[in-house]
């Protein structure tokens, strides 16, 4: 289930130096922060309600809640890091709530992912941002069940939140999200079969991911140059 506001580890306490210093350098450095600093890939899904975006800083959180923004919702998950402790502490500050739903960029969405996804939607106080690391595939991945859920787009319709637009990229392993969501307008193109119930009733976790096949210079983009997490 999603979490909101959890404790953050001792490992980054950020009421020490020390802890604050490693957390700072871990966002910065570790998780590639230096090039974010410039481009957060922030687009509205759907908007005044709903953005995507990649992994805040504490000074992208001000700004937020400078446009109005009441809940993130990062879909990293819980994370025992710097750049976690950070964001927290900044949502905190600013009167935020924060909400973990952890996503996966090179899976498909499991069932219970796709049902928290619609009680998250329903349950947050708005306007939203969502993001993951890069704001490209798992962002993505939930943009699309936003729109299906939040703004009643058929899935054919809601797929366009995965784009290179956005810089995802379909034909490495994170076009398992793709995929997943194509093998339902697949299977369900004479039926109709709305997609929650798909979901429900036909949907294959194992079978997607068995059945996907990414390409090696997408791969070599996607893992070793973009290093998506």
Not at 11 to 28: E, N, V
Request: charged content about 25%; aromatic content about 10%.
């Amino acid at each position: 289930m999603a979490q909101t506001n959890p404790s953050t580890s001792s490992a980054f306490d950020l009421s020490t130096k020390g802890g604050r210093r490693r957390a700072q350098h871990d966002l910065i450095w570790s998780d590639h922060g230096f090039l974010r600093a410039a481009f957060s890939n922030f687009h509205w899904i759907e908007p005044g309600k709903m953005a995507r975006a990649n992994q805040p800083s504490p000074q992208d959180v001000r700004r937020y809640a400078g446009m109005g923004i009441k809940t993130i919702l990062n879909l990293r998950g819980k994370a025992d890091t710097g750049y976690y402790a950070l964001e927290k502490e900044a949502c905190g500050q600013n009167g935020i709530v924060l909400v973990d739903h952890r996503m996966h960029s090179r899976q498909p969405p499991s069932r219970e992912q796709v049902r928290v996804a619609k009680h998250i939607f329903e349950t947050i106080e708005y306007p939203a941002v969502m993001h993951c690391k890069s704001g490209a595939d798992r962002a993505g991945a939930m943009a699309v069940l936003y729109a299906h859920f939040g703004m009643g787009q058929p899935i054919s319709e809601a797929v366009e939140q995965l784009s290179l637009k956005y810089l995802h990229v379909k034909q490495g392993k994170t076009g398992m999200i793709d995929f997943f969501f194509q093998t339902y307008l697949d299977e369900t193109r004479e039926s109709g079969k709305p997609f929650l119930q798909w979901v429900e009733e036909d949907y294959d976790f194992d079978k997607v991911v068995a059945s996907f096949h990414s390409q090696w210079w997408a791969n070599l983009l996607v893992d070793r140059i973009l290093r998506r997490e």
